[in-house]
C-alpha cells in the first residue's frame, strides 16, 4: 500500500507562537505578505466565558484537491503518497486553483518583493524567479519527504525527512507522518483523540486533521 502523508495539529497545545510560520517562510523565502503556513486567531463565547484559540492553517493536500480539477495546463498535480503538488513550467498563472481553494491556500506574486524594499544579500540569493507569475503554496516540504526514500529517513521521526513547521513547533502541537501506518505519530494520535477536518463537508479529503480534546472513555 502506498503511503499517504498528512499532519494532525494538537489545538490543546498551540500557542499561538506563530513560530511554525517563521520557520516556513525561512525555510521555503517566500516574499513579505506571503505566508503558506497562518496561525488564526479565533475567540468564541462572551464574558465571563469568553475563549480563545489559534489554529494553523495551509494547504490541505486534499485527497480530491479542487485545485486539481479545475487547473487548464495540469501544472497542479498530486503524488502517489498525497502531496499536492505545483509545476511551475506549466502553471499559466490563471488563478483559477487560487479561487477554487477552500482553504485560502495559495497566491500569485507578480513582482519581487523584499522586506526593506531592496533585496539584502540573503533574499537576492534565495529569490526564485520560476515563482513569479504562477501560484505557490505550502509543499509539506516535498523536498525532504521525497528524499527520504534514499535517505532511509522517516517523515515525522526524523527531522532532515519532516517539514519545516513541525521541527519548529515549541509545544509539540504539531505531527506529520504516514496516515496509512497505524504505527506512525499521526495514525496512533487519530486513534487517541476525537478530531476534526476544515470543511470536511465539501469532500475533498484534507489530509491535515485537528485534535480538540480527548477520545471517550
Known sequence: ?????????????????????????SANATPPGVQWRRVLDMESGSYPDARRAFVPVGCNHCDEPPCKAVCPTTATDQSADGLVTIDYDLCIGCANCIMACPYDARS???????????????EAARFDPKRLGVATKCTFCKERVEAAATSGKTPGLDPEATPACVNSCISAAMSFGDLRDPDSPVSKLLAETRHWRLHEDLGAGPSVYYIWEGAEP
Open 1 to 25: 500500500m502506498s503511503k499517504r502523508y498528512g499532519m494532525v495539529i494538537d489545538l490543546r497545545r498551540c500557542v499561538g507562537c506563530q513560530t511554525c510560520t517563521a520557520a516556513c517562510k
Open 108 to 122: 500569485i506574486e507578480h513582482e519581487p518583493r523584499y522586506a526593506y524594499g531592496v533585496a539584502m544579500a540573503s
